[in-house]
């Protein structure tokens, strides 16, 4: 007789997940042009640096392009990683340096547990921290040619 295990789920919590949608249908309302899309979409941002952002935005003209159907090369324009448990090192840490090695233009971060969003924009060759938000209040995207951003709709 075969025997059956039950394995532990390694994919995000729910509320990551209702992050992820409530944050694309938002994004869907912002985006000038372009397109947005979520992992599990590669982006190759050299010979040795690959990444899966939960969700990332591409300007029309951007240097971040897609090869051959498959993937994207180049940095996106807009970068955003929805934190999960175990993970927030890595979003804050590793991928931080890697997004402003190779000059994503915004960075967002989300903690959908405790419904903030920390918001970086490139200025020069550096993150700058524009500031932490909480659930219901507002913030004025610049790579989104300063629309107005309600975190209210992303928790």
């Known amino acids: 007789m075969t025997e059956y295990r039950a394995l532990r789920a390694v994919t995000p919590l729910l509320q990551h997940q209702r992050s992820l949608r409530k944050l694309v249908a938002l994004l869907e309302s912002l985006i000038p042009n372009g397109e947005v ?3 599990p979409t590669d982006v190759q941002l050299d010979d040795y640096n690959l990444t899966q952002p939960d969700i990332f935005w591409v300007v029309e003209g951007s ?3 897609a090869v051959d159907g498959k993937y994207f090369r180049g940095a996106p324009d807009l970068v955003i990683e929805i934190f999960s448990p175990g993970t927030v090192r890595h979003d804050k840490v590793n991928k931080f ?4 090695q190779f000059r994503v233009r915004e960075y967002w971060m989300i903690d ?3 419904a903030f969003v920390e918001v970086y924009r490139l200025e020069g060759r550096h993150f700058v921290l524009q500031g932490v938000y909480i659930a219901g209040e507002t913030f004025t995207s610049r790579v989104l040619g300063d629309k107005v951003v309600d975190t209210g709709v992303m928790f």
């Not at 340096?97 to 402003?100: A, I, M, P, T, V």
């Open 37 to 39: 899309w979520v992992a």
């Open 112 to 114: 959908p547990l405790e």
């Open 97 to 100: 340096r890697l997004y402003e």
């Open 63 to 65: 240097a971040c392009v």
